[in-house]
């Protein structure tokens, strides 16, 4: 079992800041790609980014490449998403996300393919 708590969302305006934590617990982490998804009503889950705990490989959708980073302190156990140049657009609930066995080179975009999930964190970005 692993347990995630999200932390970091919050309203801000178009072209601020904002970085979002998860936490995790529960289990070793050597093999884990921990993802980042956002949810706003009405629409399917989305892949925003994610990121092998073990070399720091990071995946990004297009839609964030170069404004978000994705990135992790192994001896906090906690990864985190970096927002730049924050847009109304990126206005949606942010879910992290871990996959808990990852095949060497492989990219995990769907969400389907994650194990566990934390409880997700409000960003709102006003333009």
């Known amino acids: 079992q692993v347990q995630l708590v999200e932390s970091g969302g919050g309203l801000v305006q178009a072209g601020d800041s904002l970085r979002l934590s998860c936490a995790a617990s529960g289990r070793t982490f050597s093999r884990y790609t921990m993802g980042w998804f956002r949810q706003v009503p009405g629409k399917e889950r989305e892949f925003v980014a994610a990121i092998r705990w073990s070399g720091g490989t990071t995946y990004y959708a297009d839609s964030v490449k170069g404004r978000f980073t994705v990135s992790r302190d192994t001896a906090k156990n906690t990864v985190y998403l970096q927002m730049n140049s924050l847009k109304p657009e990126d206005t949606a609930v942010y879910y992290c996300?871990?996959?808990?066995?990852?095949?060497?080179?492989?990219?995990?975009?769907?969400?389907?393919?994650?194990?566990?999930w934390g409880q997700g964190t409000q960003v709102t970005v006003s333009s």
């Open positions: 996300a871990v996959r808990i066995t990852s095949n060497a080179g492989k990219a995990y975009y769907a969400s389907g393919d994650y194990n566990y």
